[in-house]
């Protein structure tokens, strides 16, 4: 296939890039670069495996541009961050909602087969009941959360109006090799740097709050899979490990395989945070046969430099 894959420089999109033009198909990128890095797709482009259009979703001409001849989309591009969102409301809804809106024009306007998005666990909100099924109340606690859902809502209408087919999926803690860190970036990113400078990880809030963190393989495994099922059209699936991690244990987990006598520090909650999530996954296992193969404890041991060990890259929330 002929596959547009918008934020595929980032850090899902590299790895996701990576995979299709693996698997033989046919690569174009739709990317601004604001938060993706050139490192993250240099060897495909150097090979000639995708080919990248550096621009903004925000673009309604440069997102029809880059549709053209295009089979299936996989929209990833978005403003992630819960914090940056509550800070930055109105850009967040720019980038995550018009820009959805965008994306969706230009597939309908030029009969793309299939469109994936990626939305987030973020549309819960607070657990009322865990796991967590797609049939759980909605509820977003942040902007960001607030821009998925709405996003989210697009999708089904573009289905329901003009007969696109889309599917949504709502991503867990996504992590693994190649996330980017910054003051946003995801727990186990930050846990990564502040024990790469011997310091010690900082816990917002108690601790006790969980979180489902699924490798970003397996992220991309799912979105694989529903690119070549057919029985994912129309579907809104959750896409976690279907396992719930305390961020004190994740601490833990990091200090041990880092040998480190550090100690974590607590400082206040952030708003916006909720405070448990487990996915539900029976969905994703039994309409696109789904299986997340990589636990947290395997996931994280090689994104740290451990002796004896390769010393590899950083991962993500």
């Known amino acids: 296939m002929r596959i547009l894959v918008t934020g595929g420089s980032g850090f899902i999109g590299g790895h996701l890039c990576d995979r299709l033009a693996y698997d033989g198909h046919e690569v174009i990128i739709l990317d601004n670069l604001s938060t993706g890095r050139d490192e993250n797709i240099h060897n495909l482009t150097q090979r000639g495996a995708v080919h990248l259009i550096v621009g903004d979703v925000r673009s309604r001409q440069l997102a029809l541009k880059a549709m053209r001849d295009i089979d299936a989309v996989v929209h990833l591009a978005a403003i992630i961050s819960v914090p940056f969102s509550v800070s930055h409301p109105a850009l967040t809804n720019q980038v995550n909602v018009t820009g959805t809106l965008n994306v ?47 996003s989210e809502a697009y999708c089904a209408a573009f289905r329901n109006a003009y007969g696109l087919d889309t599917t949504v999926l709502r991503l867990f803690n996504v992590y693994g090799p190649r996330q980017e860190g910054n ?60 396992r719930s991690t305390s961020i004190s244990h994740l601490a833990n987990l990091m200090l041990s395989f880092s040998q480190s006598d550090l100690r974590p520090i607590h400082l206040e909650p952030r708003p916006g945070d909720i405070r448990h999530s487990q996915a539900g996954i029976s969905r994703a296992r039994a309409e696109i046969s789904y299986e997340p193969k990589i636990r947290i404890e395997e996931g994280i041991r090689p994104l740290l430099a451990i002796p004896g060990e390769a010393s590899q890259e950083s991962s993500g929330q």
Request: some cysteine; hydrophobic content about 35%.
């Open 183 to 242: 003051p946003y970036a995801g727990v186990i990113v930050q846990f990564q740097q502040r024990l790469s400078e011997g310091k010690p990880p900082v816990i917002y809030g108690d601790g006790q709050q969980t979180r489902d963190f699924v490798h970003v393989s397996d992220a991309v495994e799912a979105i694989v899979r529903c690119l070549n099922d057919d029985r994912a059209s129309g579907r809104t699936l959750n896409i976690g490990s279907g």
């Open 104 to 150: 969706l024009e230009a597939a309908r306007r030029c009969n793309v087969s299939k469109f994936i998005y990626a939305s987030s666990c973020a549309v819960y909100g607070e657990a009322r009941y865990l796991p967590i099924d797609e049939v759980h109340p909605e509820n977003p606690l942040s902007p960001y959360a607030a821009s998925k859902l709405c």
